[in-house]
């Protein structure tokens, strides 16, 4: 026996552990398998398939270009200005949580609260505050506004966190070996150190708050959702077409910028 | 531009040699952000006032939530597991689609720049399209049911696990690629014995991830037809029994931060 074949002989065996995994997961896909039933597929869901491809490729132009209050232009601005408020809303609310949920900041179980709020918070799916926050504002954009930025608490709040628990205390014992006062050391020592972070948190959020803010229009909280739905269940799928169209070439576009200035805020 | 507009300020050090500092862009930022802020408020109608005299109402929804109802307990078991079923379904065979597609989409692997863009384009279109949308889609291709959302949560964790894993790959150290092509061996033995074993765990860990999130998605399909708990989640929210939905919201919860636990435990170890 040579050295290499020493070597391979001598790598660990967890066969056992891998084929358990594996017979688990196989297990867990055939127990899923019962979730599909496919007798429920119409004769007509081909034909119907058929007709949103063609929609998709044959989109109602005139709804996608022209500056009415319909149009796809304005009910996508609508729907950026859902996400960029619903993200300043949520950036706000979640900077003192995230003061309360870090656990080199207030005591244990402070902290421990704090963050089951906070999973509490982002468990809740988007279209439930939705539903709550129509019953508070009437539907339109301010519902889906404040949706947004109450379901971008959760995240925002926990990756503000990571940032907080890694602020560089050394920082800190210079400045107050230097005499510096308790605000010229949150000033100069916390807050250029966590700002970016904060920026660049954001900017992701608000790049997904599109995402959210789109659909929000099914509970009709505003934004383009609804104009998609209803434009659905009549089988208008030109009218479909034009506005999936607009929806992912904005977001793209949205996507673009937003990877650009957080490689620079990363960069610094 | 901007150094134009407001020219750097000079300093002159002890020394005699001047600096130029430039001027901090903060400003021109601040203000950009709130122009934006004041026009999106115009743009949604947003008002304080409405919040602070309504907002009760919001509280007092939640509050009714409270304590959940526990005999709704027995209606929820079978939506629940179709969400987790949907979830899983479509992830298994999402996270299997995701490879091929994957494999197609780097450019270090195939050679032909016109399939790599091709894949990456699809990869970005699918992604970009939310799951709600997709699920609506399928509701209408596949009938209302979990096949549906199944399809959505397909389509999605194509496009997520798709687009990571192909960065991964696409960053994989080639050299022992090239070594076992040199040997002979065709592309694809190459690709499994040389790429796949780099590539793998950050598979399994994205794919795991993905399959967390899912479940949340999931949870909301129903709200368009597409089955699982977001079916009677929506009813409860419609009948304005908020009871029932505060239960709900309760086992959705526990279930959601179990699975996150145990996947979470198993990214840990493969990394």
């Known amino acids: 026996m040579n050295t290499i074949e020493k070597q391979l002989a001598a790598a660990p065996r967890n066969q056992r552990y891998l084929w358990t995994i594996a017979a688990i997961v196989a297990v867990l896909f055939v127990w899923s398998l019962t979730a599909v039933n496919l007798n429920q597929i119409e004769q007509s869901g081909l034909k119907i398939a058929k007709n949103i491809v063609y929609g998709l490729t044959h989109p109602d132009t005139e709804l996608l270009f022209n500056v009415s209050k319909q149009s796809v232009l304005y009910l996508l601005l609508q729907t950026v200005a859902i996400a960029f408020l619903g993200t300043i809303v949520g950036a706000v609310l979640a900077v003192p949580l995230a003061f309360l949920a870090a656990s080199n900041i207030v005591p244990k179980p402070v902290s421990w609260v704090t963050r089951l709020v906070l999973i509490v918070i982002r468990t809740v799916p988007a279209l439930v505050y939705g539903l709550m926050f129509i019953r508070v504002t009437g539907p339109g954009a301010f519902a889906g506004v404040l949706t947004v930025g109450l379901t971008s608490i959760g995240m925002l709040a926990k990756l503000y966190v990571d940032a907080i628990e890694e602020l560089d205390t050394r920082v800190l014992e210079s400045m107050t070996s230097v005499g510096c006062t308790t605000f010229e050391k949150i000033r100069f020592g916390i807050v250029p150190q966590l700002l970016s972070v904060f920026m660049s948190v954001m900017i992701y959020r608000f790049d997904m708050n599109m995402r959210e803010a789109s659909i929000l229009g099914m509970v009709s909280a505003g934004g383009i959702g609804a104009p998609l739905i209803f434009a659905m269940r009549s089988y208008k799928w030109d009218q479909v077409g034009s506005i999936l169209i607009g929806l992912v070439v904005f977001i793209l576009i949205i996507e673009y910028f937003s990877n650009r200035v957080r490689a620079k805020l990363v960069k610094g | ?271």
Not at chain 2, 162 to 187: C, H, W
Not at chain 2, 220 to 228: D, K, M, Q, S, T
Request: glycine fraction near 8%; aromatic fraction near 10%; charged fraction near 15%.
């Open chain 2, 1 to 271: 531009m901007y150094d134009k507009l407001f020219p750097p300020k000079k300093i002159v050090l002890p020394s005699g040699t001047t600096v130029l500092q430039k001027r901090s862009r903060t400003p021109l930022i601040l203000l950009i952000l709130v122009v934006c802020t004041v026009l999106s408020a115009d743009f949604t109608g947003f008002s304080f006032k409405l919040l602070f005299t309504r907002i009760h109402q919001f509280f007092t929804i939640v509050l009714a939530m409270i304590p959940p109802d526990w005999s709704s307990l027995s209606e929820i078991w079978t939506p629940l597991l179709d969400t987790i079923k949907m979830s899983l379904l479509g992830s298994i065979i999402g996270a299997g689609i995701a490879l091929p597609v994957a494999v197609a989409a780097s450019s270090n692997i195939i050679q032909s720049k016109v399939i790599t863009f091709i894949s990456k384009v699809v990869l970005s279109l699918l992604r970009t399209l939310p799951t709600l949308v997709s699920a609506l889609i399928a509701t209408f291709v596949f009938g209302l049911g979990t096949m549906a959302g199944t399809v959505a949560i397909m389509l999605f964790t194509i496009s997520y696990v798709g687009k990571l894993l192909y960065e991964q790959i696409e960053n994989v150290d080639m050299g022992p690629f090239e070594a076992m092509e040199s040997l002979g061996m065709t592309r694809l033995q190459a690709f499994r014995f040389a790429v796949m074993p780099q590539v793998l765990p950050g598979y399994i860990s994205t794919s795991l991830y993905c399959f967390e999130g899912n479940v949340r998605y999931a949870a909301i399909l129903g709200f368009v037809g597409a089955g699982g708990i977001g079916l009677i989640l929506n009813e409860g929210i419609g009948w304005r029994d908020y009871p029932a939905v505060g239960m709900i919201i309760l086992v959705l919860i526990v279930t959601v931060t179990l699975i996150e636990s145990i996947s979470e435990h198993f990214r840990k170890k493969l990394i």
